[in-house]
């Protein structure tokens, strides 16, 4: 991961056009959350893929196109964001979590 940048992070040295891209940041309070999980969920709600938050609070995936959901499993508070992901166009999003 790259360090935290405006609308996601930075998708360089990624050929966007070939690859279907989740990424985003979990927050509290408008603030990244450095401690946790995000977790990609299918279209039934069935676990795909989970990875650690960066020390900015940053996750990636990486799936196919077609909708997900994106939970975010952080000490004391979930979160979760639905998303429409698209080939070669990233989606950028923000997972909220209860403070």
């Known amino acids: 991961m790259c360090g ?6 930075s998708v360089e040295g990624i050929d966007v056009a070939k690859e279907t891209v989740i990424q985003g940041v979990v927050v509290r309070d408008g603030e990244p959350v450095s401690t946790g999980y995000a977790r990609l969920l299918d279209s039934g709600g069935d676990f795909t893929a989970e990875v650690p938050l960066s020390a900015t609070g940053q996750f990636r995936f990486f799936a196919r196109p077609g909708e ?4 975010a499993l952080v000490p004391g508070a979930t979160g979760e964001r639905k998303v429409v992901a698209r080939q070669g166009e990233p989606v950028d999003t923000q997972v909220d979590v209860a403070a």
């Not at 935290?4 to 992070?9: D, I, K």
Request: charged share 20%.
């Open 4 to 9: 935290a940048t405006r609308g996601g992070p």
């Open 68 to 71: 997900w959901t994106v939970r």
